[in-house]
Structure formats: C-alpha cells, structure tokens
Nanobody, 120 residues
C-alpha cells in the first residue's frame, strides 16, 4: 500500500518561512521522482517543484524560484520543500507526489495535502 503523508503546513506571516515534509511508505523511494504541487481555491493546480530520484535534476515554477528549495533524503524516504520569503500568493493546499519521472509526476501517487496560509 502506497502512502504519502505531508506535514509542516500552517499559518505564517508574509516574509516568513515554512518547511514541508512528505514521508513515503510502500514504494522504493530512491527509484521515484518526487514533487510538490499546489492548488488555491479558484485557481489552476500548479507544479511547484520537482526532483529526480537521485536528486540531480530539479525544476521550479518561476514564481518560487529563488525562494523555495526542494530536497530529498532517500534513507529517510522523505522529500522536503523549504519555503522562504513567503508571499500571500503562496497560500494554497500543497500536495506531495511520487512518480516514475519528473515529467510524469501527475500520473503517479498523491498525498492528501497540507494547507499553507500566508497572511499579509
């Protein structure tokens, strides 16, 4: 049984930081690309960041470049999203995703999400 569980969401002031974690069970974690997606009410779902199985290929959506950092610890079967200089526009539900490649994450496994709210 595959399960992805996100944690670390919450309420933070604009300019602050938050670190999301996603622990995986039921998969060979080191063989999977991982990523974070987000969705705010009334907005399109957006890919935030992606990281290859080895961590050697990383991609970010333009609005978060320079502010967010995706990383992974394969021994702990955990992927992280460090979010700095948060803006009100970052408010959304954030989802952890596991898939075969960074390009095909959306067809993979999804977590239940964790809420991030940035006050301005």
């Amino acid at each position: 049984q595959v399960q992805l569980v996100e944690s670390g969401g919450g309420l933070v002031q604009a300019g602050g930081s938050l670190r999301l974690s996603c622990g995986a069970t039921g998969i060979s974690f080191g063989s999977y690309a991982m990523g974070w997606f987000r969705q705010a009410p009334g907005k399109e779902r957006e890919s935030v960041a992606r990281i290859s199985s080895r961590g050697d290929s990383i991609y970010y959506t333009d609005p978060v470049k320079g502010r967010f950092t995706i990383s992974r610890d394969n021994a702990k079967k955990t992927v992280y999203l460090q979010m700095n200089s948060l803006k009100a526009e970052d408010t959304a539900s954030y989802y952890c995703v596991a898939g075969g490649t960074t390009a095909t994450l959306e067809s993979g496994y999804w977590g239940q999400g964790t809420q991030v709210t940035v006050s301005s």
